[in-house]
């Protein structure tokens, strides 16, 4: 199962574009890259996923290079409420799909 | 709406107590998770089912306990024998054996010990 690096903490101003990167290293073939995003006393909650070059949808963006080994989750301008910690996973969706969780990356948005 | 339920959103116990935490869904999802999640860290997997009836152990499975009789369900029990329950708890349920398809999250239980 491929572990994954992240920042522990990133700070930001509204309006900002966020990039918050991930190491994944040994990454596998059949391994799918997730974001999930969580505030504080919530479950977390599901950004964006891809496999290989970018993905876009509503939320973010999701860079993604050709080794794969890394990934760049951007957020455009961001505002006060998308200070939570960010969650990048690497794993496999077939099967029962064991996710492996890190700590995150802490982003606070400033006013 | 669809989604994952948990109940009760917090809950306490008693030295030696059992109790038992809900979560349900109406995604009609065939895998449903249990996670841990202690302060400042990242979640942890108790236990998993991925069809009723049918339950595995995750990575800190010892002290907890499960039951899967109904697809939409998947109570957990915290014993007694899990000496250190005080965390947050969540459950997950995802389609299940489809590609690219991510887990979903409830809101979560916080359990304390009085």
């Known amino acids: 199962l491929a572990k994954t690096t992240q920042p522990i903490s990133m700070d930001s101003y509204e309006g900002q574009e966020v990039n918050i990167t991930c190491s994944h290293n040994?990454?596998?073939?059949?391994?799918?890259i997730t974001w999930y995003q969580q505030f504080p006393s919530q479950g977390p909650r599901f950004i964006i996923q891809?496999?290989?070059t970018k993905v876009t949808n509503e939320v973010a963006s999701l860079f993604i290079p050709a080794d794969r080994k890394s990934s760049t989750l951007s957020l455009p301008r961001v505002s006060l409420s998308d200070t939570a910690v960010y969650y990048c996973?690497?794993?496999?969706?077939?099967?029962?799909?064991?996710?492996?969780f890190g700590a995150g990356t802490r982003l606070a948005v400033h006013p | 709406d669809g989604g994952i339920t948990q109940s009760p959103k917090y809950l306490f116990r008693k030295e030696g107590q059992n109790v038992t935490l809900s979560c349900e869904q109406n995604l009609n999802h065939d895998a449903m998770y249990w996670y841990r999640q202690d302060p400042g860290q990242g979640l942890r997997l108790i236990y998993y089912?991925?069809?009723?009836?049918?339950?595995q152990k995750g990575d800190i499975a010892e002290g907890y306990s499960v039951s899967r009789e109904k697809k939409e369900s998947f109570p957990l029990t915290v014993t007694s024998a899990q000496k250190n329950p005080t965390a947050f708890y969540l459950c997950?349920?995802?389609?299940?054996?489809?590609?690219?398809?991510?887990?979903?999250f409830g809101d979560g239980t916080r359990l304390s010990i009085l």
């Open positions: 040994n990454i596998a073939t059949n391994d799918y």
């Open positions: 997950a349920s995802k389609i299940q054996g489809q590609s690219n398809q991510p887990q979903h």
């Open positions: 089912s991925q069809i009723v009836n049918d339950f």
């Open positions: 996973l690497v794993g496999a969706f077939g099967g029962y799909n064991k996710l492996i």
């Open positions: 891809g496999y290989k």
